[in-house]
């Protein structure tokens, strides 16, 4: 009995994670605009994740096929390598949202811990504002590399896989990154104005 509570619990947390229920805080009809802003990154976020899972499923079949083949059949897959490369790209910028959301990014809080409430926030602040700025950053340049990657006709060596889709595929993948720093900043000036 304990144990299907716990698993049930378990569930009912997951599916708020994934965004397939609403968190059991949430009043619906009552949310304020950065709730509704939340919970809209948090889909976008969501489906993104989904992409990088899909990226992370074809590194695996593709790592198994080359290894089996050359293994087995003395026969690599051509182009593996290649393939690998550029699908960890999308493994990794696509969950890259969904990670900082969760809190599954590294923090060090060694300091940070021993300061007082009001030097914590604002500190936070300026951290999400940097890190706003930062892939704000990070997007327009990718964008200016895709399209220059994109007009130079750039490719992968073996397969020939042209490198432009994914560079704007990391600056679409740092849009929720950059709405995920925005609503934490914007979270931490109104707590600053329910402080004072």
Known sequence: MIASDCLSIYNTDLRWVRGLYPAPTENVEGCSVL?????????????????GLAGLLVIMAITCIDVVGAKFFCWPLLGAIDI????QIVAIAFAASMALILGRHIQVEF????LPRRARAVINSIV??????????IMWRLSVLGHLLQTAGDY???IR?????????????????????LLEFLKSLTKKRVQK
Do not use: Q
């Not at 939340?38 to 889909?43: G, T």
């Not at 690998?84 to 699908?87: D, F, H, I, P, R």
């Not at 999400?128 to 950053?137: A, E, H, Q, R, S």
């Open 161 to 181: 896989i042209p490198y432009y889709p994914f560079a704007y595929g990391i600056a679409l993948a740092s849009i929720p990154v950059c709405l995920v720093f």
């Open 111 to 114: 300091l940070f811990n021993l």
């Open 128 to 137: 999400m504002l940097l890190g706003l700025g930062l892939f704000m950053v």
């Open 156 to 158: 992968s060596a073996t």
């Open 84 to 87: 690998v490369m550029l699908v």
């Open 35 to 51: 709730d509704k802003f939340e919970r809209f990154n948090r889909r976008l976020s969501d489906w993104f994740e989904w992409v």
